[in-house]
């Protein structure tokens, strides 16, 4: 079974930017059909779909982020990573990695979450 686990900083200061790992373990992340998935939880608020990069490399975002996201991958440690720039505390939040078949916010395994806040 597939298992997903975030790791990064707990907070983050505004401007600055956030990046978050997803460490994958019992699938490879270049296994053909799956997309890898970087979502998020304001608080109070629902689940908001950030970006994925799929088992090409191939990556798409979130348009209402305005091109500060960015998603990459290391295949040789099976991780894939979420790099947010220019953060405010707006993007406080529960970030969860993901893995789905589809490039939309749908998955069938996902981390237990990370929480980060954006505060001075």
């Known amino acids: 079974q597939v298992q997903l686990q975030e790791s990064g900083p707990g907070l983050v200061k505004p401007s600055q930017t956030l990046s978050l790992t997803c460490t994958v373990s019992?699938?490879?992340?270049?296994?053909?059909?799956?997309?890898w998935k970087w979502i998020r939880q304001p608080p109070g608020k629902g689940l908001e779909w950030m970006g994925v990069?799929?088992?090409?490399?191939?990556?798409y975002y979130s348009p209402s982020l305005k091109s500060r996201a960015s998603i990459s991958r290391d295949t040789s440690k099976n991780q894939f990573t979420l790099q947010l720039s220019s953060v405010t505390p707006e993007d406080t939040a529960v970030y969860f990695c993901?893995?789905?078949?589809?490039?939309?916010?749908?998955?069938?395994?996902r981390g237990q979450g990370t929480q980060v806040t954006v505060s001075s």
């Open positions: 993901a893995r789905g078949t589809t490039v939309d916010a749908q998955f069938h395994y």
């Open positions: 019992g699938g490879s992340i270049t296994t053909l059909g799956y997309y």
């Open positions: 990069i799929n088992s090409g490399g191939s990556t």
